[in-house]
C-alpha cells in the first residue's frame, strides 16, 4: 500500500443556509485519505457524513478550509473542472441505487465510458469486465426495474468501477440490503479495493460493513470525535 | 453531441406514450401547415395561369378615361391608336347592354375582340366560323343565368355613340367554360368589327391585351404589365396566407405548449437522472444540452412522422386535386373546381426549420433550470 495522499480535508467548514441563519453540518475536520484504503465515516443521523462525502466528491465545496482531491482543491474547481474530476478519477455509490431505468444493466454500466468517448470495443471489454467483477455478465440486457436489491447495488458497483477510478466514494451502500446482500457487496468490494489498489471511504450505520473496514471515523455533530485504524473483523476469502 | 442525440432518442422512446401524444400534435400542426400553404400555392399557380391565359394576356394598354373599377368610365373610355402603334396588340371596346331571354331583362356588359386573336383562351374562331347575324360567346356562368345555350337567339339592345338606343337579335354561337368569372358574369364576347359597326365608334377600343411583355408608351393611354394586373389576385393569396398564418401560429403553439409542459415535468421527476449524469461526470450544461435535444427531437420524431402519413396524402391531393365549392367562383374569386396543391421543397424546408426551432427553444427554456440545480440535492430528488 502507498502512503500517497490522494484527498486531504484542511480545516473544513460546512454551513447551510436554513431558514433566517445557518446550519453547520461540518465543524473544522482534518482528515488524510491514502491511496488504497478501505475506510468508513460512520455517526449518527446528521452527523455530516453524506456532506463530507459529497465534498470529497467534488458534488458540494466547503464553506472554509479547503478539500484537495487527486491534487485539485474542490472550491477552485470549475463545473467543467469538477466534471472532469469526477468522470476520470471519481466513482459515487449511494444508497438508493441512481441506476437510469429506462436502459439496460450494460448500458448503466457503459455511460461513465461513453462520457470518456472511449472506443466501442474498448467500452465492450471494461463493461463485461465489470460485470463480471459483480457476477452479472447474465444480466446484461436486463431492466433495473428487474432486478432485485441487490442486484441493483452491484450493477451501481459496475458502474462506480468500470472506469477504474482512484477513488469510490460509497454512501450507506448496503442500507436497503438484507445481510446477506451486505456481506456480498461489501466483498465484492474489498476485493477490488486489494485487487485494483482503489480508494473507498463509506458512509455507514451498518455494523456488517464496519467489519471490513480498515479505519473507522467518527462524526458526531459535524464533528470528527475518533479516528483510528482496526483490525478488519471480517476477511475476505 | 452524438451521445446528447442518442441519449435523447432512448429517453423519447422509453417515456413511450407522452412522446408520441407530443409527436402526433405537432406532425399534424406540421402537415397542415404544408398543407394549407400548398393549397394556397397551387390556387395562386392555376388561378395567375387562367388569369393570364383567359383575360390579361401578357399586358394591357388602357384608354386613360377608362378605370376597369368603375363601370360609368365605359361610356366615354374609349380612343384610337394610329395603326402604326398598334401593331400585335389585340383591341377589345367595352359597352354597356341590355339582353331579354324569355322575358327577362338582363344586363350585360358587351366585349367586342378581335376574332382573330390566339392570345386569349378565348374560342373567338367560333364568331369568326359562325353564319348567325350577330353570333356572341357567353361564359358557362352567364349561360346558366341567363338559362341561354348554343344556338339561342336573344333580343339585345345597345346604345350607339350618340346614346341612341338599338336593338338587335344575337345568336349565341358558343359557350366556354373558364374559372376566371371576370370575363363570364354579364357578359357578351363578340366580334369587335360588328361592335363597331353597331355602335359607329370605328377603330375605337377600350383596351388592348398585348403579346409580349415590353411596356409600351402610347399617348393617352396608359400602360400595365402582367404583374400589375395579377397584383389584386396576388394580394388576396397573400391576405389569405396572413390569416391562416394565425391558425397555424395557434396549432404550433398548442404542440408547442405539450413540449413545453413535458419538459417542465421531465426535470422535475428526473432530479435524481440529472444528479446520477452529474455524478458519473458530465456537466450541467451538457445535461441541459441532453434535454434540450431531447425537447428539440419530438420536432425531428414529428418531422419523420408526418412524413409517414403526410407525404401519401400530399402526393395523392396533388395528383387527384381538391374540389372547391361553388361560392368561391360566385364571388368573383379566380378559383378552378378542383384546386392541385403544388408543395414546394423551399416551403416544406422552411416548416421543417421553423418547427425545429421552435421546439429547440421551448426545450431549451425549462432545461435551463437544470444549470441552477444543486447536485447534491438532485441526487436525492430533493428539489421542489
Ligand atoms: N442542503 C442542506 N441544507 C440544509 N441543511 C442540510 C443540507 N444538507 C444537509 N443538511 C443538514 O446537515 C446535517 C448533516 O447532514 P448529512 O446528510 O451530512 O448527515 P448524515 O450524517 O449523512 O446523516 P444520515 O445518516 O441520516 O444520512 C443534517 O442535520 C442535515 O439536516
Ligand atoms: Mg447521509
Redesign the pocket.
Given at each position: 500500500m502507498s502512503e500517497e495522499s490522494i484527498i486531504s480535508i484542511k480545516n473544513v467548514t460546512k454551513r447551510?443556509?436554513?431558514g433566517d441563519g445557518e446550519?453547520t453540518?461540518l465543524r473544522e475536520i482534518n482528515l488524510e485519505f491514502t491511496t488504497g484504503e478501505f475506510s468508513g465515516l460512520i455517526?449518527?443521523?446528521?452527523?455530516?457524513?453524506?456532506?463530507?462525502l459529497n465534498i470529497m466528491g467534488t458534488l458540494d465545496s466547503p464553506t472554509e478550509g479547503e478539500a484537495i482531491v487527486m491534487g485539485k482543491s474542490v472550491s477552485k474547481l470549475t463545473h467543467r473542472e469538477s466534471a472532469m474530476v469526477r468522470n476520470m478519477h471519481l466513482g459515487f455509490i449511494f444508497q438508493v441505487y441512481n441506476l437510469l431505468p429506462i436502459y439496460t444493466v450494460y448500458e448503466n454500466v457503459e455511460f461513465s465510458l461513453l462520457l470518456q468517448n472511449r472506443s466501442a470495443a474498448e467500452r465492450k471489454q471494461m463493461v463485461m469486465d465489470a460485470l463480471e467483477w459483480v457476477g452479472l455478465q447474465d444480466m446484461a440486457n436486463k431492466k433495473p426495474s428487474k432486478l432485485s436489491g441487490g442486484e441493483g447495488q452491484r450493477v451501481a458497483i459496475a458502474r462506480a468501477m468500470v472506469k477504474r477510478p482512484d477513488i469510490v466514494l460509497a454512501?450507506?451502500p448496503t442500507a436497503n440490503l438484507d445481510a446477506k446482500n451486505a456481506h456480498a457487496i461489501i466483498q465484492t468490494m474489498k476485493k477490488l479495493n486489494r485487487e485494483m489498489n482503489t480508494t473507498f471511504v463509506f458512509?455507514t450505520?451498518d455494523e456488517k460493513v464496519m467489519g471490513y473496514l480498515d479505519r473507522i471515523i467518527s462524526?458526531e455533530d459535524?464533528k470528527v470525535i475518533k479516528d483510528e485504524w482496526v483490525e478488519a473483523k471480517f476477511s475476505i476469502s | 453531441m452524438k451521445l446528447a442525440f442518442i441519449l435523447a432518442f432512448k429517453n423519447l422512446i422509453g417515456a413511450g406514450l407522452r412522446t408520441w401524444l407530443n409527436v402526433g400534435i405537432l406532425s399534424f400542426a406540421f402537415v397542415l401547415i404544408i398543407f394549407y400553404n400548398g393549397l394556397l400555392d397551387g390556387w395562386n399557380e392555376q388561378a395567375r395561369r387562367d388569369t393570364i391565359d383567359w383575360e390579361i394576356g401578357q399586358g394591357q394598354l388602357h384608354f386613360s378615361s377608362y378605370d376597369p373599377y368603375d363601370p360609368f368610365t365605359i361610356l366615354d373610355g374609349h380612343g384610337v391608336i394610329p395603326s402604326a402603334e398598334r401593331e400585335g396588340m389585340i383591341p377589345i371596346l367595352l359597352r354597356q347592354g341590355t339582353i331579354y331571354p324569355k322575358g327577362r331583362m338582363i344586363s350585360a356588359l358587351i366585349k367586342g375582340i378581335d376574332v382573330n386573336q390566339t392570345e386569349l383562351k378565348l374560342p373567338t374562331h367560333l364568331l369568326r366560323e359562325s353564319e348567325a347575324q350577330i353570333p356572341v360567346l357567353i361564359g358557362k356562368r352567364m349561360a346558366k343565368n341567363s338559362n341561354l345555350s348554343v344556338g339561342d337567339e336573344v333580343l339585345m339592345r345597345w346604345r350607339d355613340k350618340n346614346g341612341t338606343y338599338d336593338a338587335s337579335g344575337i345568336t349565341v354561337a358558343g359557350i366556354f367554360d373558364c374559372n376566371v368569372s371576370m370575363i363570364d358574369q354579364g357578359q357578351l364576347w363578340m366580334d369587335i368589327e360588328k361592335l363597331r359597326e353597331i355602335t359607329g365608334l370605328t377603330n375605337h377600343a377600350t383596351l388592348f391585351i398585348t403579346t409580349d411583355m415590353e411596356s409600351k408608351s402610347v399617348k393617352n393611354w396608359n400602360y400595365f404589365s402582367q404583374e400589375e394586373l395579377l397584383s389584386d389576385l396576388t394580394q388576396m393569396i397573400e391576405m389569405k396566407k396572413t390569416s391562416s398564418s394565425i391558425l397555424y401560429g395557434l396549432l404550433l403553439a398548442i404542440a408547442l405548449l405539450a413540449i413545453f409542459d413535458t419538459q417542465v415535468l421531465s426535470i422535475f421527476r428526473r432530479q435524481k437522472e440529472i444528479g446520477t449524469y452529474i455524478a458519473l461526470g458530465m456537466t450541467r450544461m451538457r445535461v441541459v444540452g441532453l434535454f434540450t435535444v431531447e425537447g428539440s427531437m419530438y420536432s425531428f420524431l414529428a418531422t419523420i412522422v408526418g412524413c409517414i402519413y403526410g407525404v401519401p396524402l400530399f402526393l395523392y391531393l396533388a395528383k387527384t386535386g381538391i374540389g372547391m365549392p361553388d361560392a368561391n367562383q360566385e364571388m368573383g374569386i379566380v378559383i378552378a373546381e378542383r384546386v392541385f396543391p403544388v408543395y414546394g421543397i423551399g416551403l416544406i424546408i422552411s416548416t421543417v426549420i421553423l418547427v425545429v426551432i421552435s421546439a429547440t427553444i421551448v426545450s431549451f427554456i425549462p432545461a435551463r433550470k437544470i444549470a441552477k440545480m444543486?447536485p447534491?440535492?438532485a441526487i436525492k430528488g430533493k428539489i421542489q
Open positions: 447551510f443556509p436554513v446550519f453540518a455517526g449518527p443521523s446528521g452527523s455530516g457524513k453524506t456532506t463530507l454512501d450507506e458512509s450505520h462524526l459535524g | 444543486n447534491v440535492d
